[in-house]
């Protein structure tokens, strides 16, 4: 399988990578509920230092208009450029594990090549597994287990996670793509959706990013520190609680949505929960009941989530 060299630039000063190493993929995308995988993926960079091994070209395969780069400027000059990146890369867990992570932005042009050329990586460097992530929002209630759906062809991983099995069509991300051009190749590959709180889907919610580093955990045994994550998730979850508390419309509709998940455990014999939507309110009705509440409230330098 050949390697496009115009949708990347491998870097030459890569360490040599040993063979049989998993494959983890973290890709931004139109559903990203509760920041997940922005989330993911600033943790990965910050808190592993990842060595690139092949920096993909913006010029190919990102939209620059509908996600423009960031520039910086102070008072009267520019200081800095900073375009967003897709690279694959050599990464560590906490314990000195090797692996390879693919992570950054979703490509907007070429999905076709730029699957091609990930699949070419895979055989190049033999890799063991692939486990890709993604989030959507759900009718669940955040004081439960953010659940998950498992797909590919690691069917022991989707029998014990995969807690919603639904038949549908979705709009495809490149990561679908990718997992079924890794499954049409017999590779162990597994994707798992993340289903988090429908009404905190906009906000940045750590306990998403958890759960998705808790995902690669269960696929690989790689293993990673999310004590940061946890501070940041109790904290988040205070301002949330104390919102909820002080709305007698959003305490009730939070309430039925924990019968409903509760009558859903108590018939389930899945080790990780999750609700059928049947009446709840809508994820817009949810929101904006949250929106008036806050609306009606002096604002405060700690009063919106993710402060």
């Known amino acids: 399988m050949p390697l496009s ?4 630039e491998r870097s030459v000063s890569a ?3 040993p063979k049989g190493l998993p494959l983890v993929i973290a890709l931004t995308g ?5 920041g997940a995988l922005s989330r993911t993926i600033e943790y990965f960079r910050d808190e ?4 690139p091994v092949a920096v993909f070209a913006n010029d190919v395969l990102l939209d620059y208009r509908a996600r423009r780069p960031v520039i910086a400027f102070d008072q009267d000059h520019l200081t800095e450029y900073r375009p967003p990146r897709l690279e694959l890369s050599l990464a560590h867990d906490t314990l000195g594990s090797p692996f390879l992570l693919l992570a950054g932005y979703e490509p907007d042009f070429a999905w076709e090549a ?3 050329s990930v699949l070419a990586f895979a055989v190049e460097h033999g890799v063991s597994t692939v486990t890709w992530v993604h989030a959507i929002p759900m009718p669940v209630p955040h004081t439960r287990p953010i659940g998950t759906t498992v797909s590919g ?3 022991d991983l989707a029998e014990a996670h995969s807690v919603w099995k639904p038949t549908t069509q979705v709009p495809a991300t490149v990561g679908h793509l990718l997992e079924y051009r890794f499954a049409e190749q017999g590779a162990a590959v597994a994707g798992f959706v993340l289903l988090v709180p429908h009404y905190l889907g906009d906000t940045e919610y750590p306990a998403s990013s958890m759960a998705a580093l808790d995902a690669v955990t269960v696929a690989t045994g790689l293993v990673f520190d999310g004590d940061a994550l946890r501070d940041e998730n109790r904290e988040y979850l205070q301002k949330v609680d104390e919102q909820v508390a002080g709305s007698e419309e959003l305490s009730r509709m939070v309430e039925n949505l924990e019968e409903r998940y509760d009558a859903y455990m108590a018939g389930s014999t899945q080790a990780t929960p999750i609700i059928h ?3 709840l309110p809508s994820a817009d009705e949810l929101a904006a009941e949250l929106e008036r509440f806050l609306a009606n409230r002096p604002p405060t330098d700690d009063d919106h989530f993710g402060a």
């Open 5 to 8: 060299s115009s949708l990347f």
């Open 277 to 279: 939507t049947g009446d």
């Open 30 to 34: 139109f559903t990203d509920a509760g």
């Open 153 to 155: 062809t690691r069917s």
């Open 15 to 17: 360490p040599p990578i």
């Open 48 to 51: 592993l230092d990842p060595t």
């Open 114 to 116: 730029f699957a091609s």
